[in-house]
Every structure is written in C-alpha cells, then in structure tokens.
C-alpha cells in the first residue's frame, strides 16, 4: 500500500457570528474531519485544562471552582480592553499545540480549521487555502444577540477587535454566502469537490 496522502489543510474564518460552526458541520457531513479554535478554548478552560494554572496565576479572579469562568472573563475585559491581550498571550501559544495534535492524529483527506481569529494570528500561512464565511452586518448582529450570551457593547468590542470582513474576503481562496442553509451547502459541496479534484490532478 502506498503512504497516506498528506490531509488538505482549510481554514475556515469570517467574522463573529457569520456562520462558522454551521458551516463547519456541513464540511463534516461530506466527511471532512473539523478542528474548532473555540472548541480547543473550551477545553483549555476546563477542570485539569491547560490554561487554567496560567492563566490563575496572572488573573486569579478569573478562576472559579477550578475551571476558568468565561462570564467572569468577560467581565473583566469590558473592565479593561487589555485584559484579552493578557489571556491571549496564555491561551494563543496552547491552542496552536491542540491543532498540531489534531493533525498528527487525522485521518481525513480535507482537514477544516474553525478559526475565527485565523488572519489575525497569522495561521493562514499554516493552510492550503482559506474559506470565509459572509453575511450582512445586520444579519451578523441580530443572529450574535439572538443568542443571548453577548450583550450589544461586547459583541461592538469583539468586532471592533477583528479584521474587517472585506479584508478577510479579499485574503480568502473561496467565500461561503451563509443567508439560507440551503446557499451554503451548496457552495460547501463545490468547494469540496474543488479540492478533489484538484488533488487527483496533482
Ligand atoms: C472573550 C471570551 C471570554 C468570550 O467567551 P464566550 O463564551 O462569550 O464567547 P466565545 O468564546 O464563543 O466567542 C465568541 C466569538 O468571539 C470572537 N472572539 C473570541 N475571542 C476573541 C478574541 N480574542 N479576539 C477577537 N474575537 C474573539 C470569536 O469570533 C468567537 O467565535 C472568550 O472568547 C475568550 O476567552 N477569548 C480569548 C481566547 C481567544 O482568543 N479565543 C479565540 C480563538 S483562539
Ligand atoms: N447558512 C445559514 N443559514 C441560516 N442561518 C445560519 C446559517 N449559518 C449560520 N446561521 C445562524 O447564524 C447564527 C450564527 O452561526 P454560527 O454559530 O455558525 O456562527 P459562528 O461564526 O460560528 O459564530 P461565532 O463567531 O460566535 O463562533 C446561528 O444562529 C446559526 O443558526
């Protein structure tokens, strides 16, 4: 048998609630293997996550029954702007260690990189293409309040702290429209196929 292909690596971005994890399932459902940045966060977080003894040492208050307190870190942030830089330091260098583990570990041919902050970080040198997800700001804003885990002025200081979404597009290799679910799987499955193909021809 001959050696595993090297996995096509996909960043998958856009701006805060444009559709990302949505848009990520439906890369999975066509048999595409996902990494979500927020997820690796989640699991940083955790009782016994990686982050929770940094991150306790330079913000104690931030800790909460040995788990860091995501309600409690926004808090503090809409406190202080600067206090996100502080965690970012931390939680940046420990998330890019849970995506070179998921890499080592995946079978997939297409690996997807759920990575809202991928331009930002400079983790779209890392991929072979980008993918950026796109909807209207006023559909972007209602759909983040909808859930009701932001208030107005949070969701304003996490936009104003991404890359403007023109700019993401103008970057990306392929854009997903994410207006209907139905638009969207379309455009998943051409992009899919794309990539298919173009890994046969190579
Ligand atoms: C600010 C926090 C506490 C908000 O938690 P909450 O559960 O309410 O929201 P959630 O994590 O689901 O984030 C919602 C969206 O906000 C955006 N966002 C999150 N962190 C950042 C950030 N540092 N800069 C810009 N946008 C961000 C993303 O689009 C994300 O998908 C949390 O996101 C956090 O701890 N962020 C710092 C770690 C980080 O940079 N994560 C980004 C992925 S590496
Ligand atoms: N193609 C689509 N058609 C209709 N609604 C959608 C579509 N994609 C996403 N949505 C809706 O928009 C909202 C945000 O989607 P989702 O959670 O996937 O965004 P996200 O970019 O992952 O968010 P975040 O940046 O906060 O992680 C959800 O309520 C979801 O149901």
Redesign the pocket.
């Known amino acids: 048998m001959s050696e595993k292909r090297r996995p096509f690596l996909l960043g998958l971005t856009g701006s805060?609630g444009m559709g990302?994890s949505t848009t990520a399932q439906m890369f999975v459902d066509l048999g595409c293997a996902v990494w979500d940045?927020?997820a690796a966060?989640h699991r940083l977080y955790h009782v016994g996550g990686a982050a929770v003894a940094p991150l306790a040492e330079v913000l104690p208050e931030a800790i909460e029954d040995g788990a860091v307190s995501?309600e409690r870190?926004?808090a503090m942030?809409s406190a202080d702007a600067a206090v996100?830089k502080t965690?970012?330091r931390i939680?940046?260098p420990l998330?890019a260690q849970d995506r070179a583990a998921f890499i080592q570990n995946a079978t997939a041919e297409i690996l997807v990189f759920d990575?809202?902050?991928l331009f930002?970080t400079g983790g779209d040198g890392a991929m072979d293409a980008v993918a950026c997800v796109k909807v209207a700001p006023d559909i972007q804003r209602a759909r983040v309040l909808a859930r009701g885990?932001?208030s107005e002025a949070q969701f304003e200081q996490?936009l104003a702290?991404?890359m403007p979404i023109a700019e993401k597009i103008a970057r990306s290799d392929y854009v997903v429209h994410t207006d209907t679910l139905d638009q969207a799987r379309v455009q998943v499955e051409k992009i899919v196929n794309t990539i298919k193909e173009g890994a046969d021809h190579a």
């Open positions: 805060i990302k940045a927020d966060v995501r870190l926004k942030i996100l965690i970012e939680v940046h998330v990575i809202p902050l930002e885990t932001m996490i702290k991404q």
